[in-house]
């Protein structure tokens, strides 16, 4: 079973490896939105994980991205979408193992990575 929930948060960056004048290179930001999924069978009480829980742990990568310069933040200092799955997966692999994907959006341009978890050096 899979079982996922979304936050979404409004952040500003910059992408410095675009050519010089390139729009990317300037700040600017964008509406994101994150979905995180969990997988596994129901326990006991017939969850994979209780929902409060995870929702906490949402709300405490949320408000590291919210309203920031995302270049600014230790781990994420070239904010793609890519790099923003891996920082997100990254923030709650500890505290919500069985976390299974992280997939950000950027509804507004139609955009999307999706990162269904593996080893990988960050």
């Not at 990317?24 to 409060?52: K, W």
């Not at 742990?57 to 923003?84: A, F, S």
């Not at 997939?103 to 999307?112: K, T």
Request: charged share 20%.
């Amino acid at each position: 079973m899979k079982l996922s929930r979304e936050f979404t948060f409004d952040a500003a960056h910059s992408l410095d490896h675009y050519p010089a004048g390139h729009a990317n290179t300037r700040v600017h930001g964008h509406s994101f939105r994150a979905r995180v999924t969990v997988e596994g069978m129901p326990d006991a009480n017939g969850q994979i994980v209780d929902l409060e829980e995870m929702g906490r742990q949402l709300h405490e990568i949320r408000n590291k991205l919210d309203h920031q310069m995302l270049n600014d933040i230790d781990g994420l200092e070239q904010p793609t979408l890519e790099n923003l799955c891996l920082f997100i997966w990254d923030n709650l692999q500890n505290g919500l193992p069985q976390i299974s994907a992280v997939e950000v959006f950027r509804d507004s341009l139609g955009q999307s990575c999706l990162y269904q978890g593996s080893q990988h050096v960050h």
